[in-house]
């Protein structure tokens, strides 16, 4: 709206500016998560002499290196996708809504919470866990609940891994055909049509 991204567009390639774009948001959070845990682990490491309650927690190390392992991926789709709904929407007020409804794909998994009380494999759950966007919350849900078999988990994060990639391309071809659609509306119509004349 401010005109910024022409600037930045004549010093750099729309695939320049998006993976920047992208790698900055899983920087600056990963630098946060970072930040939270090391505090988190220096308070417990402090208060655990005078709390005999701490003393007895253990860290679930496989839970986190699962968590860790899959949030990467996902927080990397979850950039590609806000990028894409920020080359689609002509102005931050449209792309605000756009992205709450999108929101619920990746919070799915709170909505069948319920399920995975009375059966943690259920087929719609093992779905989920396949899924992309559900993929991260399910297998950490699951994971409370029961034994995830070790090819569920590989295929998931593959699938996961891939759709992430994916999205990123995907959010520099319809960027690179947003710029040229300056001041007017990108349907989702003409960023399909533009993105197969791009293969």
Known sequence: ENRTVEMLVTSASPEQLVGGKALGLVGVSLTELLLWLVTIVLCVLIARPYVPELQIIKMPWELVGVVTLFFLPSFVLVSGVFITLGALMPDYRQGQ??????????????????????????????????????????????????????????????????????????????????MLHYGQPLSLASAVKAVRQQR
């Open 97 to 178: 809504q756009a992205a709450g409804m999108v929101n619920l794909f990746f919070v799915a998994p709170l909505l069948v919470s319920t399920l995975l009380f009375m059966n943690p494999n259920h087929p719609l759950l093992v779905a989920m866990t396949f899924f992309p966007t559900t993929a991260y919350a399910m297998v950490a849900m699951r994971w409370a609940f029961t034994t995830i078999p070790l090819w569920h988990l590989i295929v998931s994060w593959v699938l996961l891994a891939l759709t992430a990639l994916a999205s990123i391309v995907l959010a520099t071809r319809v960027f690179r055909v947003g």
